[in-house]
């Protein structure tokens, strides 16, 4: 049978390879996390505690095979570090960088990635999300492949070589947003969205268990992460290239039932090229912007914790040997994978019923989905050293986050689809200050690598999480912004104007004919 390709949906062809991207994005931007615990020398950690029972409990936690007893007893104040000469890890040295190096490395990625997302909103409304998005994720895995090389230079110029990765990939979600709102029809943009972000878990699920698998049996060691990813991502571009286009309009294979719907559904089948400049102004004073923009960076800072620094918890705190970290580390973002798809459906059926508004779905969503990641995390480090139990509460905590999907990540299109970019840039750009900080953040708090030092970093992970949702469930909306189609808004200012004009002149002339009439 000969393949027809008009009997493809077409929108979901997008949304597959949208997903695609994100993947592509998320595990270049992810995989140094765990691969980090290879490249760099261990510190063997000594405590200040001398009550054995509470140092292990609440302090250190045993290494497999030394007993609890043992490890305390030999325990001084001071952090011994072993020095970097003389120990390779396979045929690769390892490197001497302490804590405080390790965060500056993980945050630079999002110095760079910050200022390309207004930049790549602003280019992708002019010249489409296709190209846009594309040219990121090619220019992120060309530099991923240079990562091992650059690494062996100097830990400097890996943090410079992050910078620039950041740069490229910070214009993929402004791009998504605009294809997204060029392909996904109202009733299924719950869904839609949900489809095209959840490569974010699965980059993260995937970053993590086969970097530990790469690691443990493919000869060449952590090297072998980098290429792997680099060479993937430019197969994803070639096909990017050849399969999806910026609106279905300019789509050469789209049949004309699925055009015809769209245009229907979503009321226009390309991206609208007169558009007046940015309303920067309405954006900047509008109080839903805000109050997404402040959600926003609070659910970022979970998850870029996360991300960046689970991988390093599983090995520093709990000591899990790398296939096991990769393997583990994995587990929560897979949980969060399934959640988000489950809540999308639900909010869709919620919203397309009448059941409930988009604004109190929006609203309901983002408390669930910061409130639980922030418990799981708080209760993952007062279980301890039982590793079962912290997986767990990790699990189920980072899976309550997929919430978020269906209310933080696309309330962008719900407020201005006209403008969806530019939001989506403004938004995940000030998210991305949680990305440049919390690295950072760890590195500082946690020299020790110890139980109570990671129990600060949660709690304030949990302080903020909480108390920007609660600025959202106030001050957000679901409702498209009057500003969305300016031109309109500013006739229906202009008229709003005439007609009170109209009317005080009326009022005065009525005053001037009573005077008169006197």
Request: aromatic content about 12%.
């Amino acid at each position: 049978m000969k393949f027809n390709s008009r009997r493809v949906s077409q929108r979901w062809v997008m949304a597959v390879m949208g997903m695609l991207g994100v993947t592509m994005a998320y595990v270049m931007r992810a995989c140094l996390g765990i691969t980090l615990t290879q490249m760099v020398l261990p510190v063997q950690v000594q405590g200040r505690r001398s009550d054995p029972l509470t140092a292990v409990q609440h302090d250190y936690c045993p290494v497999q095979g030394q007993p609890h007893s043992a490890s305390a007893s030999n325990r001084t104040s001071a952090a011994a570090v072993v020095p970097a000469q003389g120990h390779v890890h396979g045929e690769h040295p390892r490197f001497d960088w302490d804590e405080e190096t390790q965060g500056e490395v993980l945050s630079a990625f999002y110095y760079g990635y910050i200022l390309t997302h207004l930049p790549g909103g602003v280019l992708s409304q002019k010249y489409g999300g296709k190209h846009t998005m594309g040219f990121g994720i090619l220019c992120t895995a060309i530099f991923t492949l240079m990562t091992p090389f650059v690494a062996h230079i100097g830990s400097r110029s890996l943090t410079i070589l992050r910078f620039i990765e950041g740069l490229g990939e910070g214009m993929t979600f402004p791009a998504l947003c605009t294809l997204l709102a060029q392909w996904a029809p109202p009733k299924e943009k719950g869904k839609f969205a949900t489809l095209v972000f959840a490569g974010a878990q699965i980059g993260n699920i995937l970053s993590n268990f086969l970097s530990g698998f790469i690691m443990r049996y493919i000869p060449g060691g952590w090297p072998n992460v980098f290429y792997f990813f680099g060479i993937v991502s430019i197969i994803w571009f070639i096909l990017w290239c050849m399969f999806v286009f910026n609106d279905p309009n300019a789509h050469p294979f789209i049949s004309d039932e699925e055009r015809a719907y769209l245009k229907k559904s979503i009321g226009r089948l390309e991206r609208k090229k007169d558009l007046t400049p940015t309303p920067w102004k309405s954006i900047i004073t509008s109080m839903p912007v805000w109050a997404l923009v402040i959600a926003g960076a609070g659910h970022d800072w979970g998850a870029f914790t996360l991300i960046s620094d689970l991988p390093k918890y599983m090995n520093d705190v709990l000591h899990f040997s790398v296939t096991e970290n990769g393997f583990l580390s994995s587990i929560p973002f897979l949980a969060q994978w399934v959640t988000s798809v489950a809540a999308s459906i639900l909010a869709d059926n919620l919203i397309s019923k009448g059941t409930m508004s988009v604004t109190n779905v929006r609203k309901i969503y983002a408390i669930i989905g910061n409130l639980g990641p922030a418990m799981g995390v708080m209760c993952a480090s007062f279980v301890g050293c039982n590793k079962i139990l912290a997986t767990l509460c990790f699990t189920l905590g980072v899976a309550l986050m997929g919430f978020c999907y269906p209310s933080l990540r696309v309330n962008s299109l719900d407020l201005s689809p006209n403008y969806s970019a530019t939001l989506m840039g403004l938004v995940n750009g000030i998210g991305c200050l949680s990305g440049m900080a919390t690295p950072y953040l760890v590195g500082i708090l946690t020299p020790n690598r110890t139980v109570l030092e990671w129990r600060l970093v949660f709690w304030i992970m949990v302080i903020i999480m909480i108390s920007t949702s609660i600025i959202f469930v106030f001050f957000g909306s679901g409702n498209v912004q009057p500003w969305d189609d300016i031109k309109q808004y500013r006739l229906s200012e202009n008229e709003k104007e005439n007609k009170d004009g109209e009317s005080n002149g009326i009022q005065l002339k009525s005053i001037e004919d009573g005077k008169t009439s006197k």
